[in-house]
């Protein structure tokens, strides 16, 4: 996710503030930039690619940096190519203001082609543009830059943490936050504000976290609090924080793959962020608008991203009346597949540089098949090969296990299933409204459940550490859920643990089950569930150890279960808190064994090569 520092002090700004985006460079990003004001100007300097490229373009500035206050940026794409244009901070037209954002604008193609009339040109594809202008609007209607900055903010649909600075104010620096985290840095005679405390722990460790709905306004010598809505002034304690860098970059987490589990919500809102409408049954694609219905789908990709493809194939079936076939990359590259011309290959992929995935695409893209990549990196190699990409906006993804990844890219492929339905007119529009409504709660219900799923985890994951192997098991998109289970368990706690389909246990596997041969079993209430408890009847007739993921008030289960509750979620979004649920499992199992969580021996987060 994008990285933001500003400062309001009496040292040079600018060094300062890249000097801050140095430290935010382990949020990833594509592109880079620095605003201040100088000679009653404000200046906007840019550069696609890595921070070095950004101070060159700094040192080549014609005159010495005397500003002492400023706001940068480190923008990690989601709309528009990682290029300069597309770079943070913007300006607005009149020069007025330059404005960096974190996160994503719902309604900025309205708000765009509403300024658009009033004369306002852009110069980017992104979604901050139009607010820095619509802020120089709203300027023309109020007493001060305060004001403007809220009303203009009223009008934003969306998640954002922002900063601005203004031409006639260059003491000063605002801050916004909503459904994106802002810290103050409260200093002497000098005050900070960032995405995150990593950026100015050097210089003070004195901050002040801005709530939901508040607006900052800071200068060398002051930081005021305001509600965003009223502009009521809010008190707000400073607090000491004595995190080192490395656990503020992991936001007090003990690892990535941790923060990156509880970030999910956030990914949630941020991957159906302007792409649902509960109210209007309504899903928005746009990427999508031109792209023929196919009569098939085939999804190919690899690992996690091959999970996220077992579990929407029966929702892009069932949803999207398409048959739907998944692959793994590595098999469909080689075995000469024969794909057809109203065929739609989607290539899922993470980091959009696995090579197998890759090899697949040029396969598909040689055939007169349709390709669409479904991907979190912008402007990756999967992303630019595709004749389409959608993208999973899930922010980098530090931690080589994928988590929030995985977490998006069902999000998006059931979006894409209401799509293909919507469009269709097979799925009913009242049944969209629904499960919409159901899907926009998603996020807040998993807010609610994941820290009791955290402390609960411990026990239930010491025992799976302590086994020699692992079945998981599931059925339907349970299955699924197992197959990412078990990848998890392995790849976490180099425990043996495999997956299968619940109903395969009779025909052969289940020999393999005796008191050391732990079987976890993924059992929601659902219309699996009595097949369900059947398998584990049949294990535990066996003496197999049983560990029980299920919901309260399911069928009877073996006593010799352990149970672990999942926490009520309608079918099929079942899924989006059973996975948490696997992850904090793995989690917490290598943990206990003492494990490179963040980095698994032998792993590598992007697997580029064969
Ligand atoms: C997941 O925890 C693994 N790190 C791995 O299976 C990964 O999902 C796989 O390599 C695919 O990566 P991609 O999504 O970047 O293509």
């Not at 002040?208 to 800071?218: D, K, P, S, Y």
């Not at 009521?232 to 003990?254: F, T």
């Not at 020999?511 to 009847?537: C, G, W, Y």
């Amino acid at each position: 996710m994008c990285g933001i520092i500003a400062y309001a002090g009496h040292r040079p700004a600018v060094p300062l503030l890249i000097d801050g985006l140095r430290r935010l460079e382990y949020r990833g990003y594509d592109s880079a930039g620095v605003a201040f004001i100088q000679q009653r100007k404000i200046h906007c300097l840019k550069a696609s690619g890595r921070l070095s490229a950004l101070e060159r373009t700094v040192s080549s500035f014609r005159m010495p940096l005397l500003a002492s206050s400023g706001i940068g940026h480190t923008r990690w794409a989601t709309h528009g190519e990682p290029n300069e244009a597309n770079a943070h901070p913007h300006l607005s037209n009149d020069g007025g203001f330059a404005l960096a954002h974190n996160g994503i604008i719902e309604n900025y193609r309205e708000i765009k082609s509403r300024l658009a009339g009033l004369g306002y040109v852009f110069y980017s594809d992104t979604d901050t543009e139009p607010l820095v202008n619509l802020i120089a609007e709203e300027r023309k209607k109020t007493p001060d830059n305060l004001s403007a900055f809220r009303n203009a903010l009223l009008r934003v649909d969306g998640a954002f943490a922002l900063s601005l600075i203004c031409l006639d104010e260059p003491e000063a620096v605002y801050a916004a936050r909503k459904d994106a985290p802002l810290v103050v840095g409260a200093g002497t005679e000098e005050n900070f504000i960032a995405s995150d405390v990593t950026a100015f722990l050097p210089y003070t460790r004195n901050v002040i976290f801005l709530e939901e709905g508040e607006i900052a306004r800071v200068t060398p010598s002051a930081r005021a609090v305001f509600d965003l809505r009223t502009l009521e002034p809010v008190s707000r304690h400073v607090r000491k924080i004595d995190w080192d860098i490395s656990s503020a970059q992991k936001g007090g987490y003990k690892h990535f793959m941790l923060k990156e589990i509880f970030e999910q919500p956030a990914v949630l809102r941020n991957v159906l962020a302007g792409r649902i409408n509960p109210g209007g049954g309504k899903v928005e694609l746009p990427e999508l608008e031109k792209l023929p219905r196919p009569a098939r789908i085939r999804i190919v990709a690899c690992g996690t991203s091959y999970n996220a493809g077992l579990w929407a194939a029966p929702l892009l079936e069932q949803w999207g009346g398409i048959p739907c076939a998944v692959e793994i990359a590595s098999e469909f590259r080689y075995r000469k597949p024969i794909l057809g011309k109203d065929e739609l290959v989607i290539l899922i992929s993470q980091s959009g540089e696995t090579a197998d995935t890759l090899a697949a695409l040029k396969i598909a893209g040689a055939s007169k098949a349709a390709t669409l990549g479904l991907c979190n990196v912008i402007g990756s190699s999967i992303a630019r090969g595709a004749d389409r990409v959608v993208y999973t906006q899930a922010g980098p993804e530090i931690s080589v296990a994928s988590t929030k990844a995985l977490c998006s890219q069902m999000a998006l492929l059931a979006v894409l299933a209401l799509h293909f339905g919507l469009r269709a007119k097979t799925f009913p529009v009242e049944k969209a409204k629904e499960e919409l409504a159901r899907f926009s709660q998603l996020a807040d219900l998993l807010e609610g459940h994941l820290p009791l799923l955290r402390r609960e985890v411990e026990p239930i994951a010491l025992r799976a550490a302590n086994a020699k192997n692992i079945f998981f098991l599931g059925r339907g998109q349970n299955y699924a859920l197992a197959q990412e289970g078990a990848l998890k368990f392995k790849e976490l706690s180099y425990v043996h643990a495999e997956a299968y389909a619940a109903g395969e246990m009779k025909h052969g596997p289940i020999a393999l089950v005796d008191r050391d041969f732990l079987t976890i079993a993924l059992a929601p209430r659902d219309e699996h569930l009595p097949k369900m408890i059947s398998n584990i009847q049949e294990v535990a007739a066996r003496g197999g150890p049983i560990i029980m993921l299920g919901q309260p008030g399911g069928e009877t289960t073996p006593e010799s279960a352990q149970f672990w509750s999942i926490p009520e979620c309608p079918p099929p979004f079942a899924g989006f808190v059973i996975l948490p649920m696997l992850q904090l499992l793995s989690y917490e199992a290598a943990r206990y064994l003492g494990k490179d969580v963040d980095q698994p021996r032998n792993l590598a987060k992007s697997v580029t090569v064969e």
